[in-house]
Nanobody, 129 residues
Framework: EVQLVESGGGSVQSGGSLRLSCVASGVTYTTTSMAWFRQTPGKEREGVAVLDSDGPTIYSESVKGRFTISLDIAKNTLYLQMSSLMPEDTAIYYC???????????????????????WGQGTAVTVSS
């Protein structure tokens, strides 16, 4: 059974940095894509970054150049390093995982919440101006 537990959220001023962590269990990293999403009240979850097991790392346009997704397999931990944070980055951040079985996925598909089965409970990030 896949379990995902996020941590590292908090409050930071605009321009600051935070690193989110997601400890994963039950995941086979060679076949499982890992992702970060975020959600604000009244909106759908937005894909932020994806480590695709079959392809390149993907970022949404809104975070490209500011956020970095990485994986430490030895620690079973997925990270999201967030820099140059802006108030519009304020959201609940979720870790997600899915095994796509080698099926080619477009960038839009990989960044869409409906493609993922496994989710963490979320960690809140607040960026003040």
């Amino acid at each position: 059974e896949v379990q995902l537990v996020e941590s590292g959220g908090g409050s930071v001023q605009s321009g600051g940095s935070l690193r989110l962590s997601c400890v994963a269990s039950g995941v086979t990293y060679t076949t499982t894509s890992m992702a970060w999403f975020r959600q604000t009240p009244g909106k759908e979850r937005e894909g932020v970054a994806v480590l695709d097991s079959d392809g390149p790392t993907i970022y949404s346009e809104s975070v490209k150049g500011r956020f970095t997704i990485s994986l430490d397999i030895a620690k079973n931990t997925l990270y999201l390093q967030m820099s140059s944070l802006m108030p519009e980055d304020t959201a609940i951040y979720y870790c997600a995982a899915e095994t796509f079985g080698g099926i080619p996925m477009s960038t839009d598909q990989l960044l869409h919440e409906k493609q993922y089965t496994y989710w963490g409970q979320g960690t809140a990030v607040t960026v003040s101006s």
